[in-house]
């Protein structure tokens, strides 16, 4: 059963850089049929893709937020990760990983994890 | 504002039928597959229905998934308790080049 676990700091201060990594087990990050991405929850509130990155290193990322994230792939390491710039209070959200295949539906989501941005 | 336009908010009672409806345009859902999440109190979401109407295995045939022109909608029959959730519908969007998603409806099952 493939799992997605993230990790990083809980807390990052204003103007900081917020940097999560994403560890996939039972099954492989170099997998042609998947893209590998970050979504993120604010408190009470919707769902927000930040961007994807396919094994190769091709990444795709979300035009609000594509001048301050970056995201790449150790294959090495079975994992990915995830750097967003210049952070504020509104990047305050719960993070999650996940895979999503091709025809873009999300079908292995992360536990997910809180990053509060307060100084 | 989303992208997607869905309802804040649908109820019924248990046992029977809700529809929750998530609308877009020809750059999105008239375009793409979309797919639908269920995110139950505290939880990670889970893929409820992918490519339109298809359920992944597990997802009971409950729930139900189609497509017309720029809308899809999420069907759930035999409601129950424990079907109290928030569910999203989600897109590519090809004019965004972005995945995009709806702002998430609350079942409540009373």
């Known amino acids: 059963q493939l799992q997605l676990q993230e990790s990083g700091p809980g807390l990052v201060k204003p103007s900081e850089t917020l940097s999560l990594t994403c560890t996939v087990s039972?099954?492989?990050?170099?997998?042609?049929?998947?893209?590998w991405g970050w979504i993120r929850q604010p408190p009470g509130k919707g769902l927000e893709w930040i961007g994807s990155?396919?094994?190769?290193?091709?990444?795709y990322y979300n035009p609000s937020l594509k001048s301050r994230v970056t995201i790449s792939v150790d294959t090495s390491k079975n994992q990915f990760s995830l750097k967003l710039s210049s952070v504020t209070a509104a990047d305050t959200a719960v993070y999650y990983c996940?895979?999503?295949?091709?025809?873009?539906?999300?079908?292995?989501w992360g536990q997910g994890t809180l990053v509060t941005v307060s100084s | 504002q989303s992208v997607l336009t869905q309802p804040p908010s649908v109820s019924a009672a248990p046992g029977q039928k809700v529809t929750i409806s998530c609308s877009g345009s020809?750059?999105?859902?008239?375009?793409?597959?979309v797919s639908w999440y269920q995110q139950l109190p505290g939880t990670a979401p889970k893929l409820l229905i992918y490519?339109?109407?298809k359920r992944p295995s597990g997802i009971p045939d409950r729930f139900s998934g189609s497509k017309s022109g720029t809308s899809a909608t999420l069907g759930i029959t035999g409601l129950q308790t424990g079907d109290e959730a928030d569910y999203y519908c989600?897109?590519?969007?090809?004019?965004?080049?972005?995945?995009?998603f709806g702002g998430g409806t609350k079942l409540t099952v009373l």
């Open positions: 996940a895979r999503r295949a091709v025809t873009t539906s999300i079908d292995y």
């Open positions: 039972g099954g492989s990050i170099s997998s042609s049929s998947y893209y």
């Open positions: 990155i396919y094994y190769s290193g091709s990444t």
């Open positions: 020809s750059s999105n859902i008239g375009n793409n597959y």
């Open positions: 490519d339109n109407n």
């Open positions: 989600g897109t590519w969007d090809s004019s965004l080049s972005a995945l995009v």
